[in-house]
């Protein structure tokens, strides 16, 4: 069970935090990843971590702009988002995967969990 927050309107330039807590026994046992979707769109990749969030791995639209992160002490997935563009627009959403190993994830097929999504809407 996977449960986003942080999601808002924003002005192009800015920053938000998205954070999404996982209600799993064990968070270290998962990658984590978030993607996001316009309307009429696909769901696409932005950034992944592995479960020491010693690997990350981001999109190249939001690379420099965008900060993955974990708190595994408090199961916590943080994505920093600064310098914000209104094509960032999109319903956020955070994945979980079961994995072994230092491993990272940038497909959606990759995940079995996912959260409920938080709205992100950049103004021009």
């Known amino acids: 069970h996977l449960v986003e927050s942080g999601g808002g309107l924003v002005q192009a330039g800015g920053s938000l935090r998205l954070s999404c807590t996982a209600s799993?026994?064990?968070?270290?046992?998962?990658?984590m990843g978030w993607f996001r979707q316009a309307p009429g769109k696909e769901r696409e990749f932005v950034a992944a971590i592995s479960w020491s969030g010693y690997r990350t791995y981001y999109a190249d639209s939001v690379k420099g702009r965008f900060t993955i992160s974990r708190d595994n002490a408090n199961n916590t997935v943080l994505l920093q988002m600064n310098s914000l563009k209104p094509e960032d627009t999109a319903v956020y959403y955070c994945?979980?995967?079961?994995?072994?190993?230092?491993?990272?994830?940038?497909?959606?097929?990759?995940?079995?969990?996912w959260g409920q999504g938080t709205q992100v809407t950049v103004s021009s």
């Open positions: 799993v026994r064990t968070f270290t046992n998962y990658a």
């Open positions: 994945a979980a995967r079961f994995t072994v190993g230092e491993n990272y994830f940038a497909t959606p097929g990759d995940y079995g969990y």
